[in-house]
């Protein structure tokens, strides 16, 4: 069964430093998501991606988040300098069409000390 | 402003025991209300997807309702693998792409 899938599994940084997170979506999803969980609290949305452009941002999508599908078959999130509160769970999610449900990776733990 | 709310925030219940989880939203319009599976450190695994009041999802022991206001997720005789948070997402008709997602309920099922 197609899954989507996250790379790495954990990741551990210094304030201040960039990081990105690797997703690869399944193949014939159309729609690319990513939100984040931290520990103890909902999931939530941080951004959509359609036809190589963001379609929603949340106000949690600020300057320092980007999004990119570089290959066609990979769709990262980068923090181009992280904060404590950056930590968190970050899920990427694709679906086939707009309204098709959502399907989640298994996540990166994202650990900024 | 768009809101789930997922009652209880926990529960354990003895294997074989029925019982019911409960997901309240508010939202301008629904396009959808899904319901998602959580393990612990893993990603939301999807169980069903609800898009009118009246609507009805089952699958193995469980089984999804809908109604104008909330949706339920009846667990029946639940087993210890049933163990997981059971989470509940919406999203607005609104034309949005968002999913806004409930706390979850966590679920503990003894032997």
């Known amino acids: 069964e197609p899954e989507v899938t996250q790379t790495p599994s954990h990741q551990v940084t210094q304030m201040g430093q960039e990081v990105i997170l690797r997703c690869v979506p399944i193949?014939?999803?159309?729609?690319f998501y990513w939100y984040r969980q931290i520990l103890g609290q909902k999931v939530e949305f941080l951004v959509s991606?359609?036809?190589?452009?963001?379609?929603?941002k949340s106000e949690i999508f600020d300057d320092q988040f980007s999004v990119e599908r570089p290959d066609g078959s990979n769709f990262t999130l980068k923090i181009r300098s992280t904060k404590l509160e950056d930590s968190a769970m970050y899920f990427c999610?694709?679906?086939?069409?707009?309204?098709?449900?959502?399907?989640f990776g298994p996540g990166t733990r994202l650990t900024v000390l | 402003e768009d809101q789930v709310t997922q009652s209880p925030e926990a529960l354990r219940l003895q294997e074989g025991e029925s019982s019911s989880l409960n997901c309240s939203y508010t939202?301008?319009?629904?396009?959808?209300l899904f319901w998602y599976r959580q393990d612990p450190g893993k990603g939301p695994e999807f169980l069903f997807t609800?898009?009118?009041a009246g609507e009805e999802k089952e699958k193995e022991r469980l089984k999804a309702t809908l109604t104008k206001k909330e949706s339920f997720l009846h667990i029946t005789a639940p087993k210890p693998e049933d163990s997981a948070t059971y989470l509940c997402?919406?999203?607005?008709?609104?034309?949005?792409?968002?999913?806004?997602f409930g706390t979850g309920t966590r679920l503990k099922v003894l032997a």
């Open positions: 939202v301008s319009g629904l396009r959808g």
């Open positions: 193949s014939n999803h159309l729609y």
């Open positions: 997402a919406v999203q607005a008709a609104s034309g949005t792409y968002k999913y806004i």
């Open positions: 609800l898009y009118s």
């Open positions: 999610a694709s679906s086939q069409g707009r309204y098709n449900e959502q399907f």
């Open positions: 991606f359609y036809n190589n452009e963001i379609s929603e």
